[in-house]
């Protein structure tokens, strides 16, 4: 079993920044790719972002290509996203998830592990 524990949410500015970071309990070799999905009031959870443990390799959704940056630390068991130019439609709580699989996926179902979440609110 992995856990996982999301923190950096809060509140700002639209044009703000800020850097999420998601811990894993512990690193097993049956995780292979980590990712980012939000969800807001009333709307379903979407993909983010996706980044594979070995390589590096990403991946992001269409809408926040170029303002959102995922990276890891394989030494800290840590996930990082950081989230540049906000808008107030990114206001969502945002989620980190732990595949199996070995490749950035974008399907939420791929993911065996949910951490509970930061709430990011962008004011206007």
């Known amino acids: 079993q992995v856990q996982l524990v999301e923190s950096g949410g809060g509140l700002v500015q639209a044009g703000g920044s800020l850097r999420l970071s998601c811990q894993a309990s512990?690193?097993?070799?049956?995780?292979?790719?980590m990712g980012w999905f939000r969800q807001a009031p009333g709307k379903e959870r979407e993909f983010v972002a996706a980044i594979i443990w070995s390589g590096g390799s990403t991946l992001y959704a269409d809408s926040v290509e170029g303002r959102f940056t995922i990276s890891r630390d394989n030494a800290k068991n840590t996930v990082y996203l950081q989230v540049n130019s906000l808008k107030p439609e990114d206001t969502a709580v945002y989620y980190c998830?732990?595949?199996?699989?070995?490749?950035?996926?974008?399907?939420?179902?791929?993911?065996?592990?949910w951490g509970q979440g930061t709430q990011v609110t962008v004011s206007s």
């Open positions: 512990r690193r097993t070799f049956s995780i292979g790719a």
């Open positions: 998830a732990a595949a199996k699989g070995r490749w950035a996926t974008p399907t939420a179902s791929e993911y065996s592990y």
